[in-house]
């Protein structure tokens, strides 16, 4: 667990753990209750937590990217370059800049005001369901959860194709098939979750545009509230 890949990984797993934590064990007890009520102030919890856990994601996400870049394109330096501290500072930026991100949207969805008791079409709090259902105006907030979804989401991103081009670039140099076959072999399993993690995000929220359904909404979150931290423990082994 010294090791740059499995210290990131070590994260990953801890991360995606509380990333499904927010919203399943809430589910199986209104199950198990056959209640369906969340007070005010769990909603907004779950909503931070949600958010905090799910921007952790993507930017472990990409931090990895960046560890397979250095691992496979400079390995002779790639212990002096991923160095305990840089591991550490980088994970410290990820974790400062999604407790802001999520407390920020947190904060702006406390100034919204609801006109009566709320039904929800959802198993979780949602964000943008929330919006949908508030009586004062939720332009600002639609707004920064837009540009704030572009910019946390889009960044990263970019990150991990950046990363990955430089990759092929390199493995592509490399002369023996062998020697190609291994260093891609290492990047097999980051390349499968990233995939997951934002093609169920992307298909979410493509399907519910189209769709205009609120039940077709909850089926397809659970893709990536559940199945895709469900797949990653697997896919790593």
């Not at 991990?160 to 260093?183: D, E, H, N, T």
Request: with cysteine; charged share 5%; glycine share 4%.
């Amino acid at each position: 667990l010294h090791q740059p890949m499995y210290f990131l990984l070590l994260n990953l797993s801890f991360v995606d753990i509380c990333f499904i934590s927010t919203t399943i064990p809430n589910m199986l007890v209104n199950i198990q209750t056959k209640t369906q009520v969340i007070t005010y102030k769990g909603c907004i919890t779950q909503v931070y937590f949600f958010m905090l856990f799910g921007a952790l994601d993507d930017f472990l996400l990409t931090v990895m990217a960046y560890d397979r870049f250095v691992a496979i394109c400079h390995p002779l330096h790639y212990t002096v370059i991923m160095n305990p501290r840089l591991c550490g500072l980088l994970l410290l930026v990820s974790w400062i800049t999604s407790t802001l991100y999520s407390l920020l949207q947190s904060l702006m969805v406390l100034q919204l005001s609801f006109c009566t008791v709320l039904k929800f079409p959802h198993f979780f709090c949602e964000i943008s369901q929330i919006l949908q259902l508030a009586c004062s105006d939720t332009l600002l907030n639609n707004l920064v959860l837009y540009l704030s979804a572009v910019l946390l989401a889009g960044v990263p991103f970019a990150g991990i194709l950046y990363s990955y081009s430089k990759i092929v670039s390199c493995i592509r140099g490399i002369p023996s098939a062998q020697g190609k076959f291994k260093a891609l072999s290492t990047c097999v399993s980051h390349l499968s979750v990233v995939f997951l993690f934002y093609c169920t995000v992307i298909g979410v929220y493509l399907s519910s545009a189209a769709a205009h359904s609120s039940h077709a909404d909850a089926v397809a979150s659970v893709m990536y509230t559940v199945v895709t931290p469900m797949l990653n423990p697997i896919i790593y082994s």
